[in-house]
């Protein structure tokens, strides 16, 4: 998954597509880069491995000057974890410098590749998103928005980008709408950004989400909508607001809070918990869940785990990896919130149910009497095609194991998922009305068309093993 940005007629771009890019960080951690374009349509480009904050200082801002930039933050789903696949993806191309920076997963990449590498094209990164700029370079379009359309209408699967041709900022989201991206206004400038936290960062105000399918051009600051990308039924990624938007944004039109504390309504009505006294989230994804399970359920909402956050890339040896299971890194939990305590541990999702065996554990031995296991969403049955690094279907604990497996397993008193009609109307979805969301990852329902080859399985891991 990634955190994309675009800065148009800004000055000192760059530090405004810093800010940015810190409030996108949890888009992902791997690696860090901006391109940030000057007056004069000269390019300059810095990116690293790592957080940010790790990747930026005071030096490598200065040199990149610029009233243009576009910024990126990338957790790998394709392409492996090297710099050489650290975006914006930059290139030189006949209509000036060309800075990339895309968020979503193509599902053609490997067909369109193979074919551009017979007819020549050499590639710099194993990341499916070069392919759009070999794509946009070759294109004969009479137009830089032509070549940019006719490479974007190639490209099948997620995306959601803001490319820099020259000093022009153009940004696209694929008419299915997958990820989310949203247009704020900064001065006389524009900032465009995966989500409205970032604007709110570098004080721009929010002027509108990009709808599916929605192409626009800015050009020192003023925007023009182009065009809109051929249509295709809408499927926005329900496990944005699920999981992985920040909270304070507002993503497909919703605030991802408002849908998490329903969600938490919602699982309260459908697994209730009788005789609990208490309920915690699995901090932070899951906080407002928890509220909003506490609302209904009138069970006393507490913290009961703390996290640190300070976590980043953990250096364990291996004979302390023994003793230290990476949960405890993570979360501790609060001795005088939980002891001799009836409590509902409520999390927003169950992966390959290593993390909350873990933490279950953990919540036994500070003296629970009873722990009750919920989560605000289905059991995530199918790997994610579009952009979540969602394991394959091997490693899920939900695609291979029942309600009462996996209870047992996480050795917990009760477990109840919330039912995926039950998440599609607490995300927005009215009942009876044909769906707008992505859910593949819970129903199977893939809303592209997916060939096995697509799913392959990375390592597979036995359950009894992974819970070692
Ligand atoms: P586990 O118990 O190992 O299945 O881990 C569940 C936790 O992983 C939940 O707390 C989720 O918030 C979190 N989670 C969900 N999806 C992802 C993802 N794609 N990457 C990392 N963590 C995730």
Avoid: W
């Avoid at 409030?23 to 004069?40: M, Y």
């Avoid at 590639?123 to 359309?149: C, K, M, Y």
């Avoid at 913290?303 to 230290?324: D, E, K, S």
């Amino acid at each position: 998954m990634c955190g994309i940005l675009g800065v148009s007629a800004v000055p000192d771009a760059a530090r405004v597509a810093y800010l940015g890019i810190y409030a996108l960080q949890h888009r992902g951690q791997e690696s860090a880069g901006i391109v940030a374009i000057d007056q004069d349509g000269s390019a300059r480009s810095h990116r690293g491995m790592g957080l940010v904050s790790e990747t930026f200082n005071e030096a490598t801002l200065n040199a990149l000057p610029g009233d243009v930039a576009v910024g990126h933050t990338r957790y790998s789903t394709t392409g492996s974890t090297v710099l050489a696949n650290a975006q914006p993806c930059y290139a030189n191309t006949r209509c000036g410098p060309l800075a990339l920076a895309h968020n979503g997963n193509l599902t053609n990449a490997k067909t369109l590749k193979d074919e551009l590498v017979r007819e020549g094209a050499i590639f710099s990164s194993s990341s499916d998103s070069e392919v759009i700029v070999h794509l946009i370079a070759r294109s004969n379009a009479a137009t830089p928005e032509g070549q940019i359309r006719e490479a974007l209408e190639r490209v099948d699967g997620a995306y959601s980008v803001v490319i820099a041709l020259g000093r022009t900022i153009y940004a696209a989201v694929d008419s299915r709408g997958f990820r989310p991206l949203a247009i704020g206004r900064l001065g006389s400038g524009a900032v465009v950004a995966s989500e409205t936290c970032a604007l709110d960062l570098v004080g721009a105000s929010v002027a509108c989400e990009l709808q599916p399918g929605e192409f626009v051009r800015i050009e020192d600051g003023v925007i023009t909508q182009l065009p809109r990308l051929s249509p295709r039924p809408v499927s926005r990624c329900v496990f944005e607001l699920v999981y992985f938007s920040r909270p304070d944004s507002r993503v497909f039109g919703e605030s991802v809070d408002r849908v998490r504390r329903e969600l938490g309504r919602s699982l309260a009505r459908e697994h209730p918990a009788p005789g609990a006294e208490v309920v915690f989230s699995v901090p932070d994804s899951s906080n407002a869940m928890a509220l909003g399970f506490s609302e209904v359920s009138g069970i006393k909402l507490e913290h009961g785990l703390i996290r640190n956050h300070y976590v980043g890339r953990t250096f364990i040896n291996p004979t302390q990896a023994l003793r230290v299971a990476k949960v405890k890194i993570k979360f501790n939990p609060v001795r005088e919130v939980i002891e001799g305590r009836s409590v509902v541990v409520v999390d927003d999702s169950l992966v390959r149910g290593t993390t909350s065996k873990g933490l279950v554990q953990m919540i036994r031995a500070a003296g629970a009497r009873e722990v009750h296991f919920r989560l605000a969403s289905p059991p995530i049955t199918g790997p994610c095609l579009y952009g979540i690094d969602t394991p394959t279907r091997a490693e899920l604990i939900g695609a291979n194991h029942t309600v009462d497996e996996i209870r047992d397993y996480l050795g917990v008193d009760s477990l109840g998922y919330l039912s995926l009609e039950g998440m599609l109307r607490a995300a927005g979805q009215a009942p009876g009305v044909p769906g707008h969301f992505c859910h593949a990852c819970f129903s199977g329902d893939y809303p592209t068309p997916v060939s096995e080859e697509l799913v392959p399985l990375r390592h597979s891991i036995p359950l009894a093993a992974a819970g070692a």
